[in-house]
């Protein structure tokens, strides 16, 4: 790519599989990027890559927090129904540890970090960006709340007055996003952008066996259903907008549940690394080896309340 070009990274949502994604990028020079876009748990490496935290170090608070995280409550999968599993007080213990006072626009100089959540009181979503004033001194730990209260999961997170959720309830592949406010922040730049992804979780539906299915049945298929379905749709979508200027790294399969913290389910994912930190250094390419930060045409940045992204309808009312 052209030294002029603007380089991406998106990281889509994915519980405590946030741990292959960050054993992936000890493998290549995470400074390289212009822009970092995450949801949920790639809204909180997108925080951390932001704030010069070394990416083994956010594997370690996988490791070291999981079980923490996801403790659950008492009768666990029935009390899922009417309650949060998860009290949120492991998380946040696990943020503060690795964030402490930070504050979302404290990254590093030329890093731009972009984090998805969804506004249940306005019914929209709400994009924390490094460079809005408005929501630079929003604490990282707060933003990496909102951005990972996954629905079912985690109580919504607060943040003024907002009711904040996962925003992988409408982006949980985060790249289009990306692809659409690198424009908006570098107008008239080239975009290479490089996407990581954790696979299809498969459903194990036997032919024939979901003809009878309800509300009862659907209920906790129908999620992975709709994230992976789009996580597809936008990769398809930013093939054919970017071609060889997109790279998207995801295992075919990761046979993990989200909230899976047990020494089994790293291991798994450790056996993964070798394979994929290849295809993301080749991936990544010459990128990681330019590190000139952009200068940002903000002109172009029209606002947390505009209806659309980049002037696309079809994108729906994102709180730009």
Known sequence: MAEDGVRVLAIDGG?????????????????????????????????????????AEIAQLYRNHGEDIFTARWLGLVRQLWRPKYRATGLRTALEEVFGDRRVGSVGEGRHVLVTTYDLIRGQSFLIKSWKEDRALIPMVDAAMATSAAPTYFPPHQIGGLELVDGGVFANSPGWIALT???????????????????????????????????????????????????????????????????????????????????????????????????LRLAVGLACWIAEPRKVDESHDTGWASSAVDGDSSMGRIGA
């Open 15 to 55: 519980g405590i599989k946030g741990y292959l994604a960050a054993r992936l990028l000890e493998h290549v020079r995470v400074e390289a990027f212009d822009l970092v876009v995450g949801t949920s748990t790639g809204g909180i490496l997108a925080l951390a890559l932001g704030a010069g935290i070394p990416p």
């Open 181 to 279: 406010e690198a424009r908006k922040l570098w107008p008239g730049r080239p975009v290479e952008l490089v996407s990581i992804g954790f696979g299809d979780k498969p459903l194990g539906v036997k032919p024939g066996k979901s003809q009878g299915w309800g509300a009862l049945q659907w209920v906790r298929r129908i999620a992975p259903v709709f994230m992976d379905s789009a996580a597809d749709t936008v990769d398809y979508a930013l093939r054919m907008e970017l071609g060889d200027a997109y790279r998207r790294v995801a295992p075919e399969r990761l046979d993990l549940a989200m909230d899976d913290a047990q020494m089994d389910a790293f291991r798994v994912m450790d056996a993964q690394v070798a394979g994929l930190a290849e295809r």
